[in-house]
Nanobody, 132 residues
Framework: QIQLAESGGGLVQAGGSLRLSCAASGRSSGRTFSNYDMGWFRQPPGKEREFVAAITWNAGRTYYADSVKGRFTISRDNAKNTLYLQMNSMKPEDTALYSC?????????????????????WGQGTQVTVSS
């Protein structure tokens, strides 16, 4: 099993910045954090879960939802088994529960990475609230 634990959420004012972390542990079928593609999803109040960003296992490619492109940056440190989401120029509509997720590495292209069904493991999420 791969365990994922998010941290770094909190309250920030519009225009501010916040960095989320996702710490991974464990293994599945010989795979560890460094073998998985990783993604961030969020669920705003009263809305369905939506894709935010993804990064391949070797950080060779990244993908972003249009709503966060140019403001958010996804990165990873495989030596630390940690995924990050740097959020800048935050807006009230960024308010949501943010979750990280791990995919086994079979995706190719945005149409796969933005699909929740592509991910096998999920964290419990960290709350982000942006005030205006």
């Amino acid at each position: 099993q791969i365990q994922l634990a998010e941290s770094g959420g909190g309250l920030v004012q519009a225009g501010g910045s916040l960095r989320l972390s996702c710490a991974a542990s464990g293994r599945s079928s010989g795979r560890t954090f460094s073998n998985y593609d990783m993604g961030w999803f969020r669920q705003p109040p009263g809305k369905e879960r939506e894709f935010v960003a993804a990064i391949t296992w070797n950080a060779g490619r990244t993908y972003y939802a249009d709503s966060v492109k140019g403001r958010f940056t996804i990165s990873r440190d495989n030596a630390k088994n940690t995924l990050y989401l740097q959020m800048n120029s935050m807006k009230p509509e960024d308010t949501a529960l943010y979750s990280c997720a791990a995919a086994p590495g079979f995706c190719s292209g945005y149409g796969c990475y933005d699909n929740v069904a592509s991910y096998d493991y999920w964290g419990q999420g960290t709350q982000v609230t942006v005030s205006s």
